[in-house]
Structure formats: structure tokens, C-alpha cells
């Protein structure tokens, strides 16, 4: 089955410094997109990122990332961090008839 | 838009008791997803229905869990003799289509808390 793997946990940041967030996969159906969903406290987790086209950089909210189909990659990035994002952040790859596999979820807290 | 709504928000239950889960997705969305969260496993897939029609119960605990959807407007998830490892927060999602990878619009989740 597909599995997506968040190695880190918990990622700590000083606000205005750059923060990236690993995810992997693995996937032996065929995979049609990539997500990063958002999860602020007290709320809904809701899509920040989404793609389906390898090697293209995908742009929403500051935050960055590109499909590596031949590293099986989807990091997300952002160059200057705020305080506003600190929230639980979600890998996810949706396979046929949009089931979504989750990570485990990297949790960022970003310091003033 | 109210989004999708899931009632009830907490719910705390003794072991061996039931819980039964209630969500609404959004009007006009033909597919409902449940899953749920902790901090151990992240978010697990549970079932989800197309079209009212289950399609894929995989990550349902077989003996006590079971979902329905009776019409497009709800879905429960029902939980017998719950347990303490149930506890857990879930969350119901929807989703305008099913093919093409749409993004799925979650719900706040119930938190159920097995005493």
C-alpha cells in the first residue's frame, strides 16, 4: 500500500529564518497528487499545497514545494518563517478515487 | 458554506458503551471520508463512501467499527464497546469529486475520550 514518511516530529524555527519540512513516499498504485495540509490549533486541517506534475515548484501562502518523483520527494519549504505559522503540517498523497494517505505530521513551532 | 459539520465536538464515553459520530458534508459534495487522529499514528483512513455507496472500508477496525450513509446529507460512524485505545480525535471529510484528486474539505472533529 502507500505510505508517506515525516521523519521530523517537531521542528522549532526563529521567526524570519528559513524552515523546511521533509516528506517521503511510497506508492505502488498509481498515485494521482501530492498534498501539504495545514492544521492550526483548534481547527480543521485544510490544503495548503497541492501537485501532480514532477520537477514543478508549487507556490501558496510563502510556503514552497516540488514534486521529486525520482527521489519520491514533496518538501515543503518557506524562506522567512512567522509566528502565525506555527501549526501541524501534513504530507499526503492521494491515490485512484482520492483516498488520501496521510504522514504522521511534523508539528512547527516557530520563536519570536 | 457551512463547511462539513461534525456533531457531536467532545463526547466522552465509558468502556463497553457506544459511540455513534455524525457528520454532514458539504452540500454538493458526492464523497465523505472518516478519519482519525492521534498523535501516535497522525491521521489513519478509516472508510469512505462515493456517491452514498461504501467504497473502501480498509482501515476500518473490523470487529466494533462501522459507517453509513444514508443519504448524501450524513454519514455516521458508529463505534460498540468502545475502548480506551479508541480515544482519538475523528474527523469526517468531503470532497466534490473522487477521480482526480480533489482537495479533500475537513470537518473540526469529535473528540471521544473512552474512560
Known amino acids: 500500500g502507500d505510505s508517506v514518511t515525516q521523519t521530523e516530529g517537531l521542528v522549532t524555527v526563529t521567526e524570519g529564518l528559513p524552515v523546511k519540512l521533509n516528506c517521503t513516499y511510497q506508492?505502488?498504485?498509481?498515485?494521482?497528487?501530492f498534498f501539504w495540509y495545514v492544521q492550526y490549533l483548534n481547527e480543521a486541517p485544510q490544503v495548503l499545497l497541492r501537485?501532480?506534475?514532477?520537477?514543478k515548484r508549487t507556490e501558496h501562502q510563502g510556503f514552497h514545494a516540488t514534486l521529486h518523483k525520482s527521489s519520491s520527494s514533496f518538501h515543503l519549504q518557506k524562506s522567512s518563517a512567522q509566528l502565525s505559522d506555527s501549526a501541524l503540517y501534513y504530507c499526503?498523497?492521494?491515490?485512484?478515487?482520492?483516498?488520501?494517505?496521510f504522514g504522521i505530521g511534523t508539528r512547527v513551532l516557530v520563536r519570536p | 458554506n457551512a463547511g462539513v459539520i461534525q456533531t457531536p465536538r467532545h463526547k466522552v464515553t465509558g468502556k463497553g458503551q457506544e459511540a455513534t459520530l455524525w457528520c454532514e458534508p458539504i452540500?454538493?459534495?458526492?464523497?465523505v471520508f472518516w478519519y482519525r487522529q492521534t498523535i501516535v499514528q497522525g491521521l489513519e483512513f478509516l472508510t469512505y463512501f462515493r456517491n452514498q455507496a461504501p467504497i473502501d472500508d480498509s482501515g476500518m477496525p473490523k470487529e466494533r467499527f462501522s459507517a453509513q450513509m444514508p443519504n448524501q446529507s450524513h454519514s455516521t460512524l458508529k463505534i460498540q464497546s468502545t475502548q480506551p485505545q479508541d480515544s482519538a480525535v475523528y474527523l469526517c471529510?468531503?470532497?466534490?469529486?473522487?477521480?482526480?484528486?480533489?482537495?479533500?474539505?475537513f470537518g473540526s472533529g469529535t473528540r471521544l475520550t473512552v474512560l
Open positions: 506508492t505502488t498504485y498509481l498515485t494521482i497528487a
Open positions: 471529510a468531503s470532497s466534490s469529486r473522487t477521480s482526480s484528486a480533489e482537495t479533500l474539505y
Open positions: 499526503a498523497l492521494a491515490s485512484a478515487g482520492n483516498k488520501l494517505t
Open positions: 501537485s501532480s506534475t514532477d520537477n
Open positions: 452540500s454538493g459534495h458526492s464523497a
